[in-house]
Structures are given as C-alpha cells and as structure tokens.
C-alpha cells in the first residue's frame, strides 16, 4: 500500500508539473519560437562587402554645407563633439504639438541611462497650414529638438520621411552607435532599451532589431489606400522587416541602407522599404517581443519595466506610467515573472474579447442586411 501510495503521488507531480510547463509553452512559446527560430534564418548573399565599402566611401559633405536642399528644420550642429550612444527619431504629426510636450517631460526626458549618452528628436514633415508651420517653428525655436524635411506630412510619405531622417542620421550625427525609429504614439521606457542593446553580443554592428514581422503579404486592393501594384512588388510575401512603430538599427546599418534606398520602390509601406533595404544588404532583423508592436500589452508596472515599449498609450497614461516605472523599488525576479504572466493573459483576453466583439458586430451588420 504504501509504495502505490508513493507512485501515486510522483504521477500527480508529474502530472502537475506537466501542466505547468504546457501553461508557459503555451504562454511564451510563440514569443520563444519569433526570437530564437528566426534569428537563425540564413542570411542573403547580396555582395555585402561592395555595399560597405561604398558606405563607407560615401560624402556627404554637400549635404552637410547645405542642408536647407532637404530641411526646414535641421539643427545640423546638435550632434557635434558628443559622443551618443542612441539617438531616439521620434516620427511625429505636425500638428500634434501636445503629445510632443508630453513625451519631453516623460520618456523622452531622458538624456543618459547608465552614464551612455541619449538624443531624442522629433521628426516631422511639412504642414498643409501656415498657422501649423509658424507654430512648429516656435516649438523648434524653443526646443531645439525639431528636424522637419522639405515633403508633405502625410500617409503617403511616411517611406520618404523614413528615408530623409535616415540621411539626417548619417550626415549630421554619424557619431550617433543607435538609432531608434520610435512612433509619437509608442511608450518607451528608455533605461530597458539601453541596457539590452550594452548586452547585445553583435559588438554594436549590424543591428536591426524590433517586433519582426514574418511572411506579410502585399496588398493587392487597388481601392486600399496600403495598395502595392505588381509592378512595384512581385513576391508573394515582404522579406521579414521589423515592425515601424520601433526598431533599432546600429549606425553601420543606417549606412548601408542609405546606400541602397535607390534600388527599392517607394510604394511599399515604409517599414517594409527598409526590411527590404535590409535584405538587399544581407542583414536577417532580429526579433525581440519586448518591442510590443502593434500589440497593445495591458498595463501592469513589472510588466512595463521589462518591456521596451508600448502602443497606444494615451495622454492620461503617460505620465502616471512614467512615474510608476521610474520610481520605486526595483523588481524581483519572482514580481518581474509575476508581472509577464499577469499582461500576457490580460492581453490575450482582451484580444479574445476584441475578437468576440468584432464578430458580433459582423454578424449582426449582416443580419441587418
């Protein structure tokens, strides 16, 4: 009796402990699966060599001695005789000057994590109003922190805006190690990031890194206003590129990419451009569902000191965000595992939830009809 006793209980032990390993398989393992399988996806061989070389050969003098050929707004002199570690493009509206003052008290009040120093611009195109203009000229004027290109703000530009603050980084702050690409409607928490890419063991070159996207295919809808025509795109899918609303790319890449912005078609959505840039020079991006992407991650304050940014955070968030992961008393491990596991399932049911919702609200459109 008593040794079925003892074999009972080892099978309820194993039992149990299956259940758990299944319950974070399930949990983590597509994130596990996104960061590690592909990672390990074979690189293209694209003359790689050829292109760094005429990276490294390129002038950019001209452009330097003349920067009012590209920008309203440049500040040319703002990177000179520093030495910065990331150099944070935050791609605004220009119209949305309050969110801009909101993000330079928060997290983009940031100037060094670590004693490695940080520059957040804003980067904006031009405005359809005269009133707007004459507004961001005095939000530059006071800020200094303002790089406008010479092109209509709008969806349709989103490709060239990413094209012209990429020339900005190589020609007036090419001492800049990172670059991050960050949307106005993200939260970052800067001190996170920073401390990931110190432990990056690609010796702070050829690094592309955000939430990868993998097999997107192209929008065929003429009446969509996201169409790509075949003529512009052929392929079935997009090469894996890292989603728009964050990435990092290491100064090295800025340049390369800037080499062979010519050869891709401006038509396609502005993060695909580069993931295709990025292909074209060899480089895989590298995933890490830190970035959150697209997918909003429910609040919770270990689970924001972890993670490196957020969607969608409202003007409220903000600042109550801020203050939460910036004081107070550091994680443990077990508040640290305890926060991911919490937003992930609060996620997840949103999402379910959201789907639900959706479903109702089809069907019953088509009841209607």
């Not at 800025?254 to 959505?269: D, L, N």
């Amino acid at each position: 009796m008593q040794v079925t006793f003892c074999r009972l209980r080892t099978h309820q032990w194993c039992f149990i402990l299956f259940n758990v390993i299944l319950f974070h398989a399930l949990l983590f393992g597509a994130d596990f699966v996104e960061e590690y399988f592909l990672h390990s996806l074979p690189h293209v061989d694209m003359k790689v060599l050829e292109i760094k070389e005429k990276a490294r050969k390129l002038n950019m003098e001209p452009l330097r001695s003349n920067p009012s050929k590209y920008y309203v707004l440049s500040q040319s002199d703002i990177c000179k005789g520093k030495n910065i570690f990331l150099l944070s493009f935050i791609f605004s509206s220009p119209g949305n000057g309050t969110r801009r003052e909101l993000i330079r008290k928060t997290w983009g009040n940031v100037s060094s994590v670590q004693g490695h120093p940080i520059l957040t611009l804003f980067a904006l195109g031009m405005s359809v109003t005269i009133t707007t203009q004459r507004e961001i000229d005095k939000e530059s004027h006071k800020n200094n922190d303002i790089i406008e290109g010479i092109f209509l703000d709008s969806f349709e530009n989103q490709t060239l805006k990413i094209i012209t603050m990429t020339q900005w980084a190589v020609t007036f702050c090419s001492n800049a190690l990172f670059i991050l690409k960050i949307d106005e409607e993200m939260f970052v928490n800067m001190p996170s990031l920073v401390d990931y890419l110190l432990n990056l063991k690609e010796h702070l070159e050829n690094i592309y890194v955000g939430k990868v996207v993998h097999q997107d295919t192209p929008n065929r809808d003429p009446g969509s206003q996201n169409f790509v025509p075949l003529s512009e795109y052929s392929q079935k899918y997009y090469p894996d590129y890292c989603s728009s609303e964050a990435f990092v790319m290491s100064q090295d890449v800025a340049w390369m990419i800037y080499v062979v912005f010519k050869e891709v078609p401006i038509m396609v959505p502005a993060d695909v451009f580069v993931g295709i840039c990025a292909k074209i020079v060899g480089l895989i991006p590298i995933h890490s569902s830190r970035f959150s992407g697209k997918r909003h991650i429910r609040y919770n304050r270990y689970c924001y000191k972890f993670i490196f940014t957020s969607s969608d955070t409202k003007d409220a968030e903000i600042s109550l965000v801020w203050m939460e992961i910036n004081g107070g008393k550091e994680c443990s491990l077990f508040e640290t595992y305890y926060g991911l596991i919490s937003c992930k399932l609060l996620t997840y049911l949103d999402s379910i939830k959201h789907f639900h919702m959706g479903t109702i609200k089809n069907n019953d459109m088509y009841l209607n009809d």
